[in-house]
């Protein structure tokens, strides 16, 4: 089944405790595999690993994987007693000096600055790997999943396409022998016949646009990666379409050929976004 270059998917895992992890992978056309990846400060020593999952899964494509931590980490607060007499007690002095009548709340107290401190409490990296294996998976099922879908449409886009490319090339042999017989029928010598087959005869380039468009269309079922070998079927098609009509010797064919260079040119277009 072909697989487009092109695919997005997403996943997500809860942590133990509170949080979750989210993975978004997306990918482009690209002549190779290129990973990507965008990880929170502290997890940089999962790159090698979260690489090999999508390695595993992708053989061609720009990737890009951004992972981020949602809630996993929690607060609780600290009070600094000694901080806290050495405030009361300095207060308690200036009270005394000033001959003051308020008492010390609990309002003044918290924002008595050091006096209250706030600890994170964050989840070790050892818990993170495995749940973030669980997104990851996920997403990578949902972004293999867009990508087949994709591939399907491509399929279905270039097997027609060639398939109407092995009837132009039916019609260009059919007209090309009648064409032949009239030109032949019009010259006066041998000589000239010879010289007119040398020049202007297309069988070869026909036979070979006919055996890479009946290539082209067997690689279309081929398993595992194919996009690379399309994509150089389509180019040897063009060159032989070019010959094709440098040598033309007929109108009508001329304009067939013109349409099926228009045809070979949406098929490497196309082609070139299949992994």
């Known amino acids: ?42 997890l ?11 390695e595993s899964k992708v053989k061609r494509g720009r990737v890009t994987c951004a992972v981020n931590i949602v809630g996993a980490h929690s607060a609780s607060a600290s009070i600094n007693k000694p901080l806290l007499k050495s405030y009361i007690q300095a207060l308690e002095g200036v009270k005394g000096q000033l001959r003051l009548k308020d008492g010390l709340s609990i309002n003044t107290i918290i924002h008595l600055p050091g006096v209250v401190a706030l600890e994170e409490n964050k ?8 749940v973030l294996k669980i997104a990851l998976k996920s997403a990578l099922a949902d972004f ?18 060639s398939e109407g490319l092995k009837s132009s090339l039916s019609i260009i042999r059919v007209r090309f022998k009648k064409a032949v017989g009239e030109k032949l029928a019009s010259l006066d ?8 087959l040398k020049e202007a005869d297309i069988t070869e380039e026909i036979e070979r646009l006919e055996f890479h468009a009946r290539n082209f269309k067997n690689k279309l079922s081929s398993p595992g990666p194919v996009g690379k070998e399309l994509d150089f079927i389509a180019q040897e098609m063009q060159r032989e379409a070019n010959t094709l009509a440098a040598k033309s010797c007929d109108v009508a064919i001329s304009a067939r050929v013109i349409q099926m260079k228009s045809l070979i040119e949406k098929i490497r277009e196309q082609a070139q976004n299949i992994e």
Do not use: D
Request: charged letters at 30%; aromatic letters at 8%; proline letters at 2%.
């Open 1 to 42: 089944m072909l697989q487009s270059m092109t695919g997005f998917g997403s996943g997500e895992a809860r942590i133990a405790g509170g949080g979750k992890i989210c993975v978004e992978l997306r990918s482009s056309n690209h002549k190779f595999l290129e990973t990507v990846l965008h990880l929170p400060e502290g």
């Open 144 to 161: 293999l999943k867009t990508r087949r879908k994709e591939g399907k449409a491509l399929y279905g886009f270039l097997k027609t396409r």
């Open 189 to 196: 010598t041998e000589e000239e016949r010879v010289s007119f």
């Open 123 to 130: 989840i070790s990296k050892s818990k993170i790997w495995p």
């Open 44 to 54: 940089l020593s999962w790159e090698e690993g979260i690489k090999k999952e999508i």
